[in-house]
């Protein structure tokens, strides 16, 4: 049984869920609004341009990022496909020519009879049919206002910065202390304390750092409670203290005095394994940050699962409307993929496009397909957007902070990756033989 779908957005998200119901042998209307409306990253016309970065990041398997891009692969992902045929040379990781992606993405898209290209910005959801809205962080304000109305939200989320996350076990608990500041409600916070010292070398250290180079699409004016602790730190040398490194209300068991200042820790998630550090986003080069953040007492050895970096960005609160097949609960014609779901990277928009596509072919097929486990990188990410409790709902890469944790006693390092990845195989086999006849032909290596 054949269908017909429309995809809104030509970007990573939406090209993959193209393809991937094109090749279920479904029509598909695929609409994207350059070069009639641009966006303030997009540089060309073509599908699926990679507006930043052109790193795909490891293909280590014990990297999270590295086990995504298997699974996507053995799920027979067409842009992971493509990326592979455009490589540049970059050691373990996948780094790809933009333009030969970009072209070859297009191509592609081009070139499937099923597939019919409409270039032209959507203003609303339509209002029949299946519906995939893989319109991305740059996502046109009409849409958005039109999407914030059809999802019953008052807004969707305009953030510019996202702060640094560490692996929980990394964090020397003989220095970082367990307390909440007073009246700030109930929450599991570590602090990392620091004496006067220490407060000044590392501002003294953040304000050498030189930011990332300005972009035009990043000259956006920050919300204040977004601001990133390099431009605080330039405003004052006491900035940071008074702002998101205050001690009030904080007192350090080893010396039973308030310190000159916290660094706060917020976990993740449930299990506690990443913590992210509390008002800490910034726009330094990745490798000042690891350094000046492992100057703070308690981090000297952190691992970092995702460093600070500041952009637009629009998103849902999809745990609020989005179910682990990342339909809108209240409408599930209607699929959200990509950057919109909440997470964040490009891989992570192709897996998301991914999903959306072979649950919108399930549907339109009558097959019904079986949540993914959360053990596999997929599926971790799909329990991220429809089921993550914790205090607030921002951007994420895939990192083993969402998987559920390791029976104890869990093995560390590239060890605890290794142990991630065989039990993500094992889960993945399992429900590739458990759903063998509703994958149909889908090619699960
Ligand atoms: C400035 C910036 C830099 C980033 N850098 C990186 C990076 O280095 N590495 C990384 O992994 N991730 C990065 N990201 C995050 C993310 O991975 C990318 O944005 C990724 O492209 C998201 O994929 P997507 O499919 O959700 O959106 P996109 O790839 O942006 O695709 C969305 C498409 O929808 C179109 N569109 C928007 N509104 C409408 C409308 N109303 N009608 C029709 N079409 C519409 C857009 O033109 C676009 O082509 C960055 C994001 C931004 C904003």
Redesign the pocket.
């Known amino acids: 049984m054949t269908g017909h779908v429309t995809v809104?957005?030509?970007?990573?998200?939406?090209t993959e869920a193209a393809l991937r119901l094109a090749d279920r042998g479904h029509a598909v209307e695929l609409?994207?609004?350059?070069p009639v409306?641009k966006?303030p990253?997009?540089r060309t016309d073509r599908l699926g341009?990679?507006?930043?970065?052109n790193?795909l990041?490891s293909t280590a398997r014990h990297r999270p990022s590295g086990l995504l891009k298997r699974e996507l692969t053995a799920l027979g992902s067409f842009l992971i496909r493509i990326a592979g045929e455009c490589r540049v040379e970059a050691g373990t990781a996948l780094a790809v020519d933009r333009e030969a992606f970009a072209a070859s993405v297009t191509r592609r898209i081009e070139s499937g009879e099923r597939i019919r290209v409409h270039r032209g910005?959507?203003?609303g959801i339509p209002p029949r049919g299946l519906v995939i809205v893989?319109?991305?962080?740059?996502?046109?304000d009409?849409?958005c206002r039109s999407l914030t109305d059809f999802l019953g939200v008052d807004r969707l989320f305009f953030y510019d910065a996202t702060a640094p996350v560490v692996a929980g076990e990394s964090i020397d608990r003989s220095v970082a202390f367990a307390a909440t500041r007073r009246g700030e409600g109930e929450g599991h916070y570590l602090n990392c304390p620091m004496t006067r010292e220490e407060y000044e070398a590392f501002v003294a250290a953040v304000v050498a750092a030189d930011p990332f180079p300005r972009r035009d699409?990043e000259a956006v004016s920050f919300f204040e409670a977004c601001m990133p602790i390099d431009e605080l730190a330039r405003r004052g040398p006491e900035t940071l203290a008074f702002g998101p490194m205050r001690p009030v209300g904080l007192v350090d068991p080893r010396t039973g005095e308030r310190p000159y200042a916290v660094v706060q820790l917020r976990p993740e998630n449930r299990e506690a394994t990443a913590y992210n550090l509390v008002g800490f986003q910034n726009r330094l080069r990745h490798s000042d940050q690891r350094r000046i953040f492992r100057t703070i007492p308690g981090l000297a050895r952190a691992e970092f699962f995702r460093l600070g970096r500041v952009?637009?960005?629009t998103y849902l609160e999809a745990p609020r409307v989005l179910d682990d097949r990342l339909a809108v609960r209240a409408q599930d014609r209607v699929f959200i993929?990509?950057?919109?779901t909440g997470l964040?990277?490009?891989?992570?928009?192709i897996a998301t496009?991914m999903l959306a596509g072979m649950h919108a072919a399930a549907r339109l097929e009558g097959r019904s397909l079986e949540p993914l486990p959360a053990e596999t990188a997929l599926g971790s990410l799909l329990r991220f957007v429809s089921g993550h409790e914790g205090v607030e709902y921002r951007p994420t890469n895939v990192s083993f902070g969402l998987f559920p944790p390791l029976p104890d006693p869990a093995p560390r390092g590239h060890a605890r990756g290794e142990a991630m990845a065989r039990r993500a195989e094992d889960a993945l086999a399992g429900w590739a033989r458990r759903n063998a006849e509703a994958l149909g032909t889908f090619p699960v290596g």
């Open positions: 809104i957005g030509g970007g990573l998200a939406g609409h994207e609004m350059r409306v966006t990253a997009h341009e990679i507006v930043c970065s790193s990041k910005e959507v203003k893989a319109t991305g962080p740059l996502t046109s009409p849409l699409f952009h637009r960005n993929a990509g950057q919109l964040e990277g490009y891989v992570e928009a496009g």
